[in-house]
Structures are given as structure tokens and as C-alpha cells.
């Protein structure tokens, strides 16, 4: 049974702060990793992907992923209200196909 | 927005009735994924389909079931339906060779 866990939250920071949203996930043949934000009410929104050991940075989001220890994660610099919103963690085999997701951390941006 | 449509929005339904779900996938994708979202946790893959053939499918029982039609847009039936089948219905779309899926807007289910 593949898992992936994360924290529920909720995960407040004050704007302006960085958020760090972190991912666990069991499936040592996982090969694709995903970060979706979604907002009360609304669909899955594709916001970071990352397929190697490192760090990828897309504006204020930079995503890392640590294969040996299977770990994947997410910061957020310079966090907005905007970004309020459930963040949900997805691990994939080869070439995405099927996506096991995590529950979800909900994070709250304070002004 | 992702290009990715779904119908209907919302859906009420009776306990035992049957249901269809559609999607049409984003242009220039041919594999779609379904997967199934409760209230308050992370979605569950349902099946994908590619080049009109069921290619994966996750725990789910044989009522759920699927097309894929040659334009690449797809159903989802779900006979029988039960009161836990009341969730959000996500249909998502990628290319073939690239990893990332997107999402539909989704379609509400409520069972009574």
C-alpha cells in the first residue's frame, strides 16, 4: 500500500513569512513528485513538480525532494493571504501515471 | 484554468440510482485519470485511460467503471450508488510522455 503523509495543520504564518509544508512518502520506486494548492470549494490546482534530488525554485516557490529519505518538500517565501489554501503532496511512478495523494496541510497566511 | 472541463457541476442522486460523469480532456492530451475526493482528505485514483483503454485502476469495485472516447474525452459510471460515494469527482488530463496531471473544476456529488 503506497502512502503519503503529511501534517493536517493548519499551519499559520504572518505574511511575509516563509511556510514550509513537508511530505512523507512510502514507495521507494516513487519517481515523480507534485504539489498541488487547492482552495475551499475548488479543484486541484498544479503549482510545482520535481523528478530529481534537489531544489527547484518557480517564484516564490521552491520545491525539494530528498529521495534517500523520502522526503519531499515545500516552501513558500514572501507568503501572501492569497496563499491560503490546502496543499496537497502527490507521489507518481514513471512518468506520473497514477498519483497517490497525501490528506492535505491547510495553511493560513495572516495579514 | 487548465482547459479541462467537466459536466455536470453539481448532481443529486438516490441511493442505488446509477450516474454518469464527463470530461473532456486539455488539447493535446490523451491520457485521462479520475479519482474520487471526501470532504477533508486528499484524492483517490479511480482508473486512467489511455488511447481508449482502461491502463490502471485503483482500489475501487467493479461499478465504477469508464470510457474513453476517440476524441479523448471521457466518462465515468458509477452503478448502484451508495451514501460514501457522495464526493467530489476529479477528472484530470496529461500527455502521454509528461508527468504532470491537470485538473477539471470537478463535479459535486451528493447521494441521499
Known amino acids: 500500500q503506497k502512502e503519503v503523509e503529511q501534517n493536517s495543520g493548519p499551519l499559520s504564518v504572518p505574511e511575509g513569512a516563509i511556510a514550509s509544508l513537508n511530505c512523507t512518502y512510502s514507495?521507494?520506486?516513487?519517481?515523480?513528485f507534485f504539489w498541488y494548492r487547492q482552495y475551499s470549494g475548488k479543484s486541484p490546482e498544479l503549482i510545482m513538480s520535481?523528478?530529481?534530488?534537489g531544489d527547484k525554485e518557480d517564484g516564490r516557490f521552491t520545491a525539494q525532494l530528498n529521495k534517500a529519505s523520502q522526503y519531499v518538500s515545500l516552501l513558500i517565501r514572501d507568503s501572501q493571504p492569497s496563499d491560503s489554501a490546502t496543499y496537497l503532496c502527490?507521489?507518481?511512478?514513471?512518468?506520473?501515471?497514477?498519483?497517490?495523494f497525501g490528506g492535505g496541510t491547510r495553511l493560513m497566511v495572516k495579514p | 484554468e487548465t482547459g479541462v472541463t467537466q459536466s455536470p457541476t453539481h448532481l443529486i442522486k438516490t441511493r442505488g440510482q446509477q450516474v454518469t460523469l464527463r470530461c473532456s480532456s486539455q488539447?493535446?492530451?490523451?491520457?485521462v485519470s479520475w479519482y474520487q475526493q471526501a470532504l477533508g482528505q486528499g484524492p483517490q485514483f479511480i482508473f486512467q485511460?489511455?488511447?481508449?483503454?482502461?491502463?490502471g485502476r485503483g482500489n475501487f469495485p467493479p461499478r465504477f467503471s469508464g470510457l474513453q472516447f476517440p476524441n479523448y474525452s471521457s466518462e465515468l459510471n458509477v452503478n448502484a450508488l451508495e451514501l460514501d460515494d457522495s464526493a467530489l469527482y476529479l477528472c484530470?488530463?496529461?500527455?502521454?510522455?509528461?508527468?504532470?496531471?491537470?485538473f477539471g473544476p470537478g463535479t459535486r456529488l451528493t447521494v441521499t
Open positions: 484530470a488530463s496529461r500527455k502521454s510522455t509528461g508527468g504532470e496531471q491537470y
Open positions: 514507495d521507494r520506486g516513487s519517481q515523480s
Open positions: 520535481i523528478y530529481s534530488n
Open positions: 502527490a507521489v507518481g511512478g514513471n512518468a506520473g501515471n497514477m498519483l497517490t
Open positions: 488539447s493535446g492530451h490523451n491520457t
Open positions: 485511460y489511455y488511447r481508449e483503454e482502461e491502463n
